[in-house]
């Protein structure tokens, strides 16, 4: 994946997008140096398969300034879906073949493309400035690279198609960092990892992870009491 630099542009010659940390703000800086030290195994303990197995995919996680500070985009899947019915998460999924080589430009393409068709945003108000490692989803057998992104010139966005998405919305990291707001879920199957009760929304799972790892790795992190539980169901 190409490293972020210093040019003022945000795509290259061909059109496609670069990283770039040209111009953004102060405050995601500690974010820029995580996507640049961060090692896989700090992130999570389900890594890609080394086989290569798994299906190429990538998330959106787009920062931008709202009424109350920075903030993070996120959207809720629509009720009726198979899978993570309900669940907020970050726009994104499978890489087309079209978006290219899914070791390099395919991810951040792939990014951008499934960010504007499920929130409707214009890529072009998007300046992506770095990768984090890619991780694993074992459920779903998804491969996916977290690109992350600064919503330079911001642009209206909502709920594109019904039957895939029920909200598109935006909460302040001071929500995140929170004590309040923070939540520990326990699956039935065991399995434990850190939640955020934001938005009247249950953040958790993949998305709760990454947000989580940001957090801390940021030094945004405030001390929360990982006691404090939310139990889930077999559905979830």
């Known amino acids: 994946m190409k490293r972020a630099g210093n040019t003022q542009n945000t795509?290259?010659?061909?059109?496609?997008?670069v990283l770039s940390k040209e111009g953004l703000p102060g405050w995601l800086d500690p974010v820029a140096r995580v996507a640049e030290t961060v090692e896989p195994l700090q992130l999570?303990?389900?890594?890609?398969?080394?086989?290569?197995?798994?299906?190429?995919?990538?998330?959106?996680?787009?920062?931008?300034?709202?009424?109350?500070?920075?903030?993070?985009?996120?959207?809720?899947?629509?009720?009726?879906?198979?899978?993570?019915?309900?669940?907020?998460?970050f726009p994104g999924g499978a890489l087309?073949?079209?978006?290219?080589?899914?070791?390099?430009?395919?991810?951040?393409?792939?990014a951008l493309r499934e960010?504007?068709?499920?929130?409707?945003l214009d890529p072009s108000g998007v300046q992506l400035f770095g990768v984090l490692p890619k991780l694993y989803i074992p459920v779903s057998r998804f491969v996916v690279a977290p690109v992350l992104?600064?919503?330079?010139?911001?642009?209206?966005?909502?709920?594109?198609d019904p039957g895939e998405t029920a909200r598109v919305f935006t909460v302040p990291v001071v929500d995140l960092t929170d004590p309040a707001?923070?939540?520990?879920?326990?699956h039935p199957s065991g399995h434990r990892g850190p939640a955020f009760l934001v938005e009247s929304a249950l953040v958790w799972g993949?998305?709760?992870?990454?947000?989580?790892k940001i957090?801390?790795?940021?030094?945004?992190?405030?001390?929360?009491?990982?006691?404090?539980?939310?139990?889930?169901?077999?559905r979830a």
């Open 11 to 17: 795509s290259d010659a061909a059109g496609g997008p």
């Open 44 to 89: 999570s303990r389900f890594l890609p398969p080394a086989n290569g197995a798994g299906r190429q995919s990538a998330v959106l996680i787009l920062f931008g300034e709202g009424p109350r500070g920075p903030e993070l985009l996120l959207m809720e899947r629509a009720g009726t879906l198979r899978s993570h019915a309900g669940q907020p998460s």
């Open 96 to 110: 087309d073949p079209e978006d290219g080589d899914p070791r390099t430009e395919g991810p951040l393409n792939a």
């Open 115 to 120: 960010a504007e068709e499920e929130t409707g």
């Open 149 to 160: 992104g600064w919503w330079r010139r911001p642009t209206p966005v909502g709920v594109v």
């Open 181 to 186: 707001n923070r939540a520990t879920t326990v």
């Open 206 to 212: 993949f998305t709760a992870g990454v947000i989580d």
């Open 215 to 234: 957090l801390h790795f940021a030094g945004w992190e405030r001390p929360w009491d990982r006691e404090k539980q939310v139990p889930l169901d077999w």
